[in-house]
């Protein structure tokens, strides 16, 4: 086994004892359609079989313990199961059974479409890697989301915007006709989590990705994902009519821009057959868009629907926009979309980051979930950890990502949850989908943490199925990852399952937000402020901290955010009694001397969550310490030094925040907390 991290959790470790046994029962993998999907497929199983029993699985003779693996329509399957059973897939999903003919047993992996089959061998092969697989299995997984999608913000000259795992995967000079192995590999790991799409390019997107010379190299990387069930997705620039086709400008309502948009999506799919469509940022932080022109997003986001709708192409629109202005930013997004609810077409998603400001350690959901009625809408989460401590600090965003997809939004009563609403159970769409800015680079080891791969991994488990707990999804990765032993695996889980609020006290606890320094967004600067910029850039414009008290009123009398969500949310966001404490500073300014729950004052409150912080990582520390005989020593290592990088920080964190807001506060750190320094 390579050490370094590079086979993420595809780590097929030879079965010991029963396991081996029930390892060894299988015998050939049989199939009776031809296709590279299915040959990847098939491959995979007999490689795997190779390192987990030693045993060649490889010959295609149907007999007792074969995998009969095939598509509905196969006759093989047709042959060991009813139609009647095969009527539950729907989309991607797949059916693995044991099925007994004769005096034969058969493992059988099947669905409607081929690349559900490969979704269907690699969770087979999981449950083998996490000791649950049985010669009794009856299994039907159908996906949550049709499109189940990661963003890349990769630049093409290859840097990453908040990216933190080296250059980006994609080598552009080389393309199209050098190819690298690892863009199998990428598409490999994603079919491995039922991952089905993926944007390739930043959305902060130059015109050129659409040029000619592009666009042969997107076929080039089109080409190596298809049979993995990977579509390619494009950012595209909304001046590129404009930017690339020389007209004078890119008003979606001049026939000319149109007909631009036409002819080029015409050539995308001469070139891309089954192209995805265009995810665009608009408008928003300094891009051009339909707004220039006096138009709507809705304007903007239909004329491309238009053209990639003959197609079957979607245009995923995003609705992070704000500016400054007099309006709090975290209200903006849905002053601006509601009104356009219901004028969007049916081949339009609009992209809706988890929370109304920026993927900060804690935010309330975003109010427009649930807001717009008659419109499809995503979620867009963000792996890459721009405000978690970057590839540096282990934090298992898990729990975070349910936090949003169980948020109930009250949109219609008690139970409309973000999940429901986005996955079609309660709204009927055309387009379900969701998505996350990938935290993938040209590192040896991908993701630049080896703990930060579990949340890559748990981003695919939960678009497949978001009622999956974080607790399952990170034991799977564990096992797959390190080691079933329960000594390891048991500190582990804990370790990942607390590190999201461990962040969060070490960070900005009870609801601060938005105290990064400017522009790498890595550490804490709470008292930034460079002089003439963008007011809603600075700290100080979220954390308004005074002599009174700390953090942005967003109440009924304050910006008024409150009257964005539901009732009763509203109402509990309002009143500072019922507001979670995990939010107080995101909705309400609070006195030095308000009472917490625990009767502490918000001061000495905000003194321990910092510390508890950095004990948490501290304690982090001396558990992975003690797991040195459980793990190879390179990973070992590498993560005992990324957690004292961690621990450090963390110290960093809390001295910053609490020396600068003590200069308002004006009363003593509680005496059994580290000074700070
Ligand atoms: C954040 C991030 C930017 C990014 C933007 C976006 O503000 O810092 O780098 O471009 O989000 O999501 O569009």
Request: overall charge neutral; hydrophobic content about 35%; charged content about 25%.
């Amino acid at each position: 086994f390579a050490e370094d991290g590079s086979r993420l959790w595809l780590r097929y470790k030879p079965l010991t004892g029963m396991q081996k046994e029930k390892g060894n029962t299988f015998s050939s993998i049989v199939k009776d359609e031809r296709s590279a999907t299915l040959d990847i497929a098939s491959g995979e199983l007999s490689s795997a079989w190779k390192e987990l029993t030693g045993k060649d699985i490889s010959s295609a003779t149907l007999q007792d313990g074969s995998i009969v693996i095939g598509t509905t329509k196969s006759k093989n399957i047709r042959s060991l199961l009813t139609g009647k059973e095969l009527k539950d897939l729907t989309d991607d999903g797949f059916i693995i059974r044991s099925v007994k003919k004769g005096n034969r047993n058969y493992t059988v992996i099947t669905s409607a479409e081929e690349r559900g089959i490969l979704y269907g061998v690699f969770h087979f092969l999981r449950l083998v890697q996490t000791d649950s697989f049985s010669d009794n299995l009856n299994i039907v997984e159908n996906p949550k989301y049709k499109v189940r999608i990661l963003n890349h913000w990769d630049n093409l000259d290859r840097t990453i915007e908040r990216g933190y795992a080296g250059y980006s995967l994609w080598k552009w000079d080389e393309l199209p006709n050098t190819l690298s192995p690892r863009y199998d590999a990428y598409a490999r790991a994603n079919a491995s989590i039922g991952i089905n799409a993926t944007v390739l390019n930043n959305v902060n997107a130059t015109p050129e990705i659409l040029t000619g010379a592009y666009l042969a190299k997107v076929k080039a990387l089109a080409d190596v994902f298809r049979p993995y069930g990977l579509k390619v997705y494009l950012a595209v620039n909304f001046s590129s009519p404009k930017e690339l086709g020389g007209l004078s400008d890119s008003d979606p309502l001049n026939p000319a821009v149109n007909k631009w948009w036409n002819n080029k999506v015409k050539d995308i799919y001469k070139l891309i057959p089954d192209f995805g469509g265009f995810l665009v940022k608009a408008n928003s932080e300094g891009l051009p868009g339909p707004q220039d022109y006096g138009r709507t997003h809705a304007d903007g986001a239909n004329m491309l629907a238009d053209a990639l709708k003959p197609y079957g192409g979607i245009v995923m629109w995003r609705a992070f926009v704000y500016n400054p202005s007099n309006e709090d930013r975290a209200k903006q997004a849905y002053s601006e979309f509601t009104p356009l609810d219901g004028q969007f077409r049916d081949n339009v998603i609009i992209q809706i980051k988890n929370g109304p400001v920026d993927f900060q350690p804690r935010e309330p959901f975003s109010p427009l979930f649930g807001a717009l009625r008659d419109t499809q809408e995503m979620v867009e989460f963000q792996i890459t950890q721009e405000y978690l401590g970057f590839s540096n600090h282990l934090v298992y965003l898990s729990p975070m990502f349910k936090e949003t997809l169980d948020s109930d939004t009250y949109s219609d009563g008690e139970g409309p949850t973000i999940a429901k609403i986005t996955d079609g159970t309660l709204r009927s769409g055309k387009v379900t989908a969701i998505s996350a800015v990938a935290n993938i680079g040209e590192d040896t080891n991908w993701c630049g943490h080896h703990f930060a791969q579990a949340n890559w991994y748990a981003f695919g488990r939960l678009a497949w199925n978001h009622r999956l707990t974080s607790e399952q999804i990170a034991d799977e990765w564990i096992k797959m990852t390190f080691s079933n032993n329960k000594d390891f695996m048991n500190p582990v889980k804990d370790m990942m399952l607390s590190s999201r609020e461990t962040t969060v006290d070490y960070m900005m606890p009870l609801g601060l937000h938005h105290i990064f320094a400017f522009g790498h967004h890595y550490g804490p600067e709470p008292w930034g402020d460079v002089p003439g910029a963008r007011p809603d850039w600075m700290p100080w414009y979220y954390h308004n901290a005074d002599s009174t008290g700390l953090g942005f009123d967003r109440t009924m009398s304050g910006s008024n955010a409150v009257s964005q969500y539901f009732p009763p949310l509203n109402n509990i966001y309002n009143d500072i009694a019922l507001c979670p404490e995990n939010l107080l500073l995101w909705f309400h300014h609070v006195p030095w001397d308000y009472r917490l729950k625990d009767g502490k004052t918000l001061w000495d409150g905000l003194c321990y969550k910092y510390d508890t912080g950095v004990r948490q990582v501290r304690a982090y520390q001396k558990l992975w310490d003690r797991m040195e005989e459980y793990v190879d020593g390179q990973r070992f290592r590498e993560i005992q030094s990324k957690l004292r990088v961690q621990a450090r920080d963390a110290v960093w964190w809390k001295d910053a925040c609490l020396l600068y807001f003590q200069t308002f506060s004006k009363r003593p750190v509680p005496y059994d907390i580290e000074r700070p320094v």
